[in-house]
Structures are given as structure tokens and as C-alpha cells.
């Protein structure tokens, strides 16, 4: 029997996973369908908090936390796979096309300033000194230095194979069928490989969390939304930094494409790729660097974001069960946060304490 059971093999299963096996338990780690085959993969690998969240706060102080741990914890992982995992910190630009868009970007920046985080007004000239190949449209914008992206694909792999490494139970293509209980208490899981047991469950399956949790008749307030991305082949358009502005992002990887997105779909379970899904992107994404309209398109690809109804993640104990805890609830920060969920949620179930987690703690939504 392990001593802890994470059911879900996306970013935040993997990780946490991770770093409870490098803590010294025995875990075991099951995956429905392909490791980080969901969100995880199809997401674009930002970690850019100053730009995803609109006010000060828990989230912006997560965010902001796990981009400081990324550093050390993306070294670690590549001297324990010997794989290149892409980190790049080099910086991001927020942009206004018009005065009304400046105005909602300068009040940002005015209480991001003032908090102490690293940002710079720029416009202009400076605007077309950051990235050379923003349009003449652009009026101004919020430059963060610290910021930046990562392959996400390459993380998923290298956690991956860190896990295995480090003596994590790795079980893939295992779906649950049901949560064990014995009086009060979770016990583990029966699953299509047969029961696996342990001292104490995570669930950190994405948005299938309220369908999961309905097995024990628990609601949980967890939906998918759909995120549609494509990439395209930088030959030609060498951008110097990642762009986002109201309507899309530009991300240029080390890899040469350039990622764009994303979508934001009420779609339910599907996650196909649709045509109305990649106009969107491209209308998006084309004012803001004039060069994509000859850009070469390579690919397309969607994923379920696990959205909640507050926009914060669920991390902690399940509130009338002993053994059970969730760690999922992203929705489309999940690479940014997972090296600070996995430390958050591993110190949690080392310690019982959950103050480290209280402004996401399941039990705001139960009673």
C-alpha cells in the first residue's frame, strides 16, 4: 500500500507526485488516458501572473510565488531527466491598441507598481524597442521582465520520467471506476487494473474533479472550458518576446514555432479543434504583429481547463472524508502553478496544517 495516491497524470498529479516521492513516500500515480494528455498539453506554458490576474491577492501571490520557485525546480528536473525543458524567463508585454485599452492597462500597472512587482510603462518608441515587430497601432503597454514561458511538453516529459526515477508507481491508461471507503474514511480507488490502496488520495483529475467527487456524493463546483491554441513557424518573424493583448497571445518558442491563442469555449467534455476556434485565434492575434499574416501553419490542438466557480484552485483536505484531498481546480494556469501547488499540497499532507492553502481550501463550497 502507498502512502499516497494522486489520481490524475497532468501537471499538477506529476508534480505533486514528484515531490512527495523526493520527500521520501511511496507513491502511486494513475492516469486515465495518456500522461498530461488534457490541459497540461495543450496549453501554451505561461508563467505570467502579473498578466492573468487582474487584482492583487491570493492568486497573484501564488502565481508570483511558484514564478519564483521555477527557476531552481526547472534545473533540478533537467539534471535528474538530462532533458531540456525550454524555461524561458526573458520577459513578456502586455499591449494597448487604443487609448480606452491604455487606460485598463495603466490602472494595472499603477497597483502592480505600487504592490513591488517588477513592471515598466512603456509606449512608443520604447513599445517598438521591447518588440520590434509590434504594429505602429500599438499605443502603449506593460513590460515585465521576469516573466516569461516554458515547453510545456517537455516539462510533462521530464516529470515524467523524474517521477519514475525517483520510484513513483507509474499506472497509465487506468481509469477509476470508484472511490474505496471504509466508514468515514478514503481508502483508495477501484480502478480497471483492480483496487489500489493507500494512506491518503489526491484528486487531480482536471475537470473530470466534480465527476470524480459525485462518487462519494460530493458537489464540487468544477467545469470544462475548452482552450483551443495553434502554432505557426517563426522562419521570418523573429520575435524577440512574448505579446499578449486583449484579443490573444503571441508566445515564440525555442523549438521555432510561435504558439498563439486561445480560445475560451463552453463546450463541455469535447475538445476538438473547430474552424470558428482558429478564426478566432487568428483574428486575435494578427493586429498586433502585422508579420503572422505570412506566417506558415503547422498545427492545432484543444484541451479541457478544470474553471471553478470563484477562479481559484481547489487545494486541500475534502471536507466530512478522512484520506481524501483535492489539488486540482487550475483552469488555465496550471503550468505556472504547479511547482507551488506540489510544495504547498506535499507540506499539507507531511504536516496536516493547511494554512499555507487556506484561500483554496475545498470547504468554501461545502458545508
Not at 141 to 166: D, F, K, M
Not at 183 to 203: C, K, L, M, N, W
Request: a negative charge; charged letters at 20%.
Amino acid at each position: 500500500m502507498s502512502d499516497c495516491l494522486v489520481v490524475g497524470g497532468g501537471i499538477i498529479g506529476l508534480s505533486l507526485a514528484y515531490e512527495l516521492s523526493r520527500r521520501g513516500m511511496a507513491v502511486t500515480l494513475v492516469e486515465q488516458g495518456e500522461w498530461g494528455g488534457q490541459a497540461s498539453s495543450a496549453a501554451a506554458g505561461m508563467l505570467a501572473p502579473l498578466k492573468e490576474f487582474a487584482s492583487p491577492g491570493p492568486m497573484v501571490d501564488l502565481g508570483m510565488e511558484s514564478l519564483r520557485l521555477y527557476p531552481q525546480w526547472a534545473q533540478e528536473l533537467e539534471e535528474v531527466t538530462a532533458g531540456d525543458v525550454q524555461l524561458s524567463l526573458e520577459g513578456l508585454v502586455t499591449v494597448a491598441l487604443d487609448e480606452q485599452e491604455s487606460e485598463e492597462l495603466r490602472a494595472k500597472y499603477l497597483w502592480q507598481k505600487e504592490a513591488g512587482h517588477d513592471v515598466h510603462w512603456v509606449n512608443g518608441k520604447e513599445l517598438r524597442e521591447v518588440e520590434p515587430l509590434l504594429t505602429e497601432r500599438a499605443v502603449a503597454g506593460i513590460y515585465s521582465p521576469g516573466e516569461g514561458h516554458i515547453n510545456n511538453r517537455l516539462l510533462l516529459r521530464s516529470l515524467v520520467t523524474a517521477c519514475r526515477l525517483q520510484g513513483v508507481t507509474l499506472l497509465s491508461g487506468c481509469v477509476v471506476s470508484g472511490i474505496a471507503a471504509e466508514g468515514g474514511r478514503v481508502v483508495g480507488v477501484e480502478t480497471s487494473s483492480g483496487p489500489i490502496r493507500a494512506g491518503h488520495t489526491v484528486i487531480a483529475s482536471g475537470a473530470w474533479a466534480g465527476i470524480m467527487m459525485k462518487m462519494l456524493d460530493v458537489a464540487i463546483p468544477v467545469r470544462p472550458v475548452r482552450g483551443q491554441i495553434a502554432a505557426v513557424s517563426s522562419e521570418g518573424i523573429p520575435l524577440r518576446t512574448v505579446i499578449f493583448g486583449k484579443s490573444g497571445y503571441i508566445t515564440p518558442k525555442k523549438d521555432g514555432k510561435i504558439v498563439i491563442g486561445a480560445t475560451e469555449d463552453e463546450s463541455g467534455f469535447q475538445r476538438e479543434v473547430t474552424l470558428a476556434g482558429l478564426a478566432s485565434i487568428f483574428q486575435g492575434v494578427m493586429p498586433y504583429v502585422p508579420a503572422l499574416h505570412a506566417a506558415a501553419f503547422l498545427e492545432a490542438w484543444g484541451g479541457l481547463r478544470p474553471a471553478t466557480a470563484d477562479g481559484r484552485p481547489l487545494l486541500g483536505p475534502v471536507p466530512g472524508w478522512e484520506g481524501l484531498s483535492l489539488a486540482g481546480g487550475h483552469f488555465r494556469n496550471g503550468i505556472l502553478l504547479s511547482p507551488v501547488t506540489a510544495k504547498r499540497m506535499a507540506d499539507y499532507l507531511e504536516s496536516g496544517e493547511s494554512g499555507q492553502i487556506a484561500p483554496f481550501l475545498p470547504s468554501r463550497f461545502l458545508s
